[in-house]
């Protein structure tokens, strides 16, 4: 697992507007909102857990949505019961301590890039043509084949299909990031952040934002 440029928040997708800048440019944006969470649940340190990592706690549930386990590292610190618990591996996890809140206007200002992550919008079972960008054969002229998948492999060598073939299937619903998305608002009152842009996901999916990784600026060259 690569490191972290810095420590990061989760939130979650409200759905896209129109922003207008202070010049008369109107510019897409997406509004990520933050339910109550974002709290330091673990800290690990190369000693103890062999790496160096921030785990946050995001999204406050019922007792009962979780089971025994979960609550019980959850109330070792004395925290509210959170859905989601993910994990920022970082160079140094110096000044962070467990039940610390993290909040969005103190990691992140207006101009800074971020990196979004999260699952893409499902698709369902799809064809080559929309799954793979595939070509369609004629449409006319007596042809048989139109949107077929066609010839998968050779016949007696090798005999089989080989694997990764691009072929029809389930579309979407992976782990998606899209890179250097700039902030354009914070505002801290409504605790919703306006990011240039798409992010992966349907209205109320899981986001997780951190700082961009820019190599020479926050990334080693080498």
């Known amino acids: ?33 933050f339910h109550e969470g974002n709290i330091v649940t673990q800290v690990k340190t190369e000693p103890t857990d062999g790496y160096n990592a921030v785990q946050v706690g995001y999204l ?4 009962t949505k979780l089971t025994k386990p979960e609550l019980g590292h959850l109330n070792k610190i004395g925290t509210i019961p959170m859905r989601h618990l993910q994990e920022f591996r970082l160079v140094s996890v110096d000044g962070f301590e467990p039940s610390q809140r993290l909040n969005v206007e103190d990691i992140f200002k207006v101009g800074d890039l971020v990196d979004v992550s999260g699952k893409s919008i499902g698709k369902g079972f799809q064809g080559g043509i929309k799954r793979h960008n595939f070509k369609r ?36 619903f992976q782990k998606t990031k899209i890179r250097k998305l700039e902030i354009i608002k914070i505002d801290p ?20 934002i951190t700082p961009a990784k820019i190599v020479g600026k926050n990334i080693p060259k080498n």
């Open 1 to 33: 697992m690569s490191y972290e440029a810095g420590i990061g928040v989760m939130g979650t997708k409200v759905g896209m507007m129109t922003h207008f800048m202070p010049d008369g440019r109107a510019i897409p944006v997406t509004v990520i909102g």
């Open 60 to 63: 406050r549930v019922r007792d």
């Open 137 to 172: 054969g004629l449409m006319t002229h007596g042809s048989k084949s139109h949107r077929q998948l066609g010839s998968i492999g050779a016949g007696t060598t090798p005999g089989r299909v080989y694997p990764g073939k691009k072929m029809p299937g389930r579309m979407g």
């Open 189 to 208: 009152e409504l605790r919703a952040v306006l990011v240039k842009g798409a992010v992966p996901g349907k209205r109320g999916n899981l986001l997780r």
